[in-house]
């Protein structure tokens, strides 16, 4: 046979190697191995943290809200990645309820909400969602906190239903578009089958291994507060869960971009709140931006605070809360300046 005859034709195939089965069959018992542990945990999770309000359904959508006290209709929103527990242990629920009737949902895609796929979750589609619950519940007139991306739902929400809203606690907010290398760490999950995949397997283990990491970040240069170990991590961690924060991770600048032409329209009461060292958003481009914008706003700034506020000033926070109260009992006077504790001496 001559040498021509030899040659491998360019259409037949190699043979697999060795190695690249043991890596495929290794690959796959690692994520079946992941998959098992996750599941797991997640039935835990919920085990240990069952339902600890009520559920109400609104366009198709279950939403969990937990709903305490009497008096004004204070509503609360938190951030990306955690639920209604996050006021719960904060302790901002309970000062709340002494002298409002509170209203705190889980959004949705958190906690126990729904979030279905057909609708993509922007801040304005969400308030629109939750004024609609508000509506069904008889509550008109709220004030309304939102910490973090929860502050962009109650903006929404404020420039959806003016006459709904007739005040509103921004606590720790992202409100103009700016550079953010977390966002493209953060939102891989948020894609289909890709994501999916990560979710039920090696996304939830990694962010059990960086929460630690991820609470200094949030709470520093404070350091976390020992009630904070409360919180139900794995609840956090769970797939569905994964899914809502990563989407909005994904969607905050472009929100942000859509929200802030119309900021100016923004007319009743507003606090502005946020840590002085918040390492996750910067308090003077964003939150010192706003209260420039909004001349009827006051802004308060927690020295030697981060991200979390609610958690390192609540009685400070609930302050700021009383003060648009106030504010709204009296259309048109300017909220008083609070006083912080010095730094080293959060509660």
């Known amino acids: 046979m001559s040498d021509s005859m030899r ?23 690692a994520l079946a191995s992941a998959a098992l542990v996750v599941r797991r945990r997640t039935q835990q999770a919920e085990r240990e943290n069952p339902p600890a309000g009520q559920f109400i359904e609104v366009d198709g959508v279950r939403l ?13 929103l938190h951030g990306n990645g955690t639920m209604i527990q996050d006021f719960d242990v904060s302790g901002l629920l309970d000062l709340a309820s002494e002298n409002y009737r509170v209203i705190a949902f889980d959004r949705p895609g958190y906690g126990y909400s729904e979030r279905p796929r057909t609708t993509l979750w922007t801040p304005t589609a969400q308030a629109r ?6 509506g069904r519940l008889g509550v008109e007139k709220a004030i309304v906190v939102g910490h973090s991306w929860g502050a962009l739902v109650a903006v929404a929400m404020a420039l959806e239903f003016p006459k709904d809203v007739r005040g509103l606690a921004l ?13 493209p760490l953060a939102s891989p999950p948020a894609i289909p089958v890709i994501g999916d995949l990560m979710r039920y397997t090696v996304s ?37 869960q994964l899914r809502a924060s990563a989407a909005e991770a994904a969607l905050m ?43 009827q706003s006051d802004l308060n700034l927690a020295p030697g605070a981060g991200h979390m506020i609610h958690h390192l000033v609540p009685h400070e926070v609930m302050a700021a809360i009383d003060a648009v109260a106030s504010a709204v009992r009296t259309e048109g ?9 010095a730094p080293g001496t959060l509660q």
Do not use: C
């Open 333 to 341: 006077r300017r909220m008083p300046q609070l006083a912080y504790p």
């Open 64 to 76: 969990h809200y937990v709903e305490r006290g009497q008096g004004q209709p204070l509503v609360l």
């Open 253 to 295: 600048i472009p929100a942000a971009f859509r929200l802030r032409s119309r900021y100016h329209e923004i007319a009743m009461p507003v606090t502005i709140m946020a840590g002085a060292d918040d390492r996750q958003v910067d308090p003077h481009r964003q939150s010192e931006r706003l209260h420039a914008e909004l001349p």
């Open 7 to 29: 040659k491998k034709s360019p259409y037949s195939k190699e043979a697999p190697h060795p190695w690249r089965n043991m890596m495929l069959a290794g690959t796959a018992v």
């Open 171 to 183: 606590l720790s907010g992202y409100y103009y578009p700016s550079m953010r290398l977390d966002v």
């Open 129 to 134: 969602l939750l004024h609609r619950a508000l």
């Open 204 to 240: 939830p283990l990694l962010g059990r291994l960086m929460w630690p990491a991820i609470l200094r970040r949030l709470f520093g240069p404070a350091p976390v507060p020992e009630r904070f170990s409360a919180y139900p991590v794995w609840m956090s961690l769970r797939p569905s």
